[in-house]
């Protein structure tokens, strides 16, 4: 699985120079967890998270302290340039997925822009690689084959049983082993058995 296939696209992003109170609306009308901070150029200069934007935000309510609430957290800064996190790590849209993840679990982050190039194309988050495991057994074995046809390998039956993928087919070992590596690109593919019994990760 590539970053291409389980991003966010197109991306919703946000300018260094619009309102913390801007970011915060298009977090919750988007329903999401960051943003990409986008500048005149076009160019990524930072990502702003629900993290960041919580900060000084949320005022102490008096009434959950038994004494007064002397003092007040400052506000936080006015623009997304203020709040946002200015060194963002990045995948290229050819990333692998797995990769990401393992990024993702080391670092803490919910988010990862994906480039292009220089330009943002899209964004992973944790919440599409949870989707891209949920996907149904029906809709990738349908992937599957269509992967299969398109690669002119006629003939082949593919059954998909909680994410676990069976293959069986004419054909050379070389078919054999173009249809494995096909059927892994699939998203929520698990264990992949062969006809002859015979079980690939």
């Not at 190039?117 to 944790?126: A, E, K, P, W, Y």
């Amino acid at each position: 699985m590539l970053a291409r296939e389980v991003m966010t696209s197109p991306v919703v992003s946000i300018g260094p120079k619009e309102s913390v109170k801007d970011a915060v609306r298009l977090l919750d009308r988007h329903d999401i967890t960051a943003l990409p901070v986008i500048d005149d150029r076009d160019r990524l200069v930072g990502i702003v998270s629900e993290a960041d934007v919580l900060r000084g935000e949320i005022s102490p309510d008096p009434r959950a302290h038994v004494r007064p609430v002397r003092d007040m957290p400052e506000a936080a800064g006015v623009t997304v340039a203020d709040v946002m996190t200015r060194a963002v790590m990045t995948v290229h849209e050819g990333a692998d997925v797995a990769d990401i993840a393992q990024l993702m679990l080391d670092t803490g982050v919910k988010s990862v822009p994906v480039t292009h190039g220089h330009q943002v194309v899209g964004i992973v988050s944790r919440r599409d690689l949870i989707h891209s495991l949920a996907k149904s057994d029906d809709r990738i074995q349908a992937e599957i084959q269509d992967l299969l046809a398109g690669a002119g390998l006629a003939g082949w039956t593919v059954w998909v049983d909680d994410g676990e993928v069976r293959l069986a087919g004419p054909g050379s070992e070389r078919d054999t082993r173009i249809a494995t590596i096909l059927a892994r690109t699939v998203p929520g593919v698990g264990d992949i058995h062969l006809a002859t019994g015979q079980r690939t990760r």
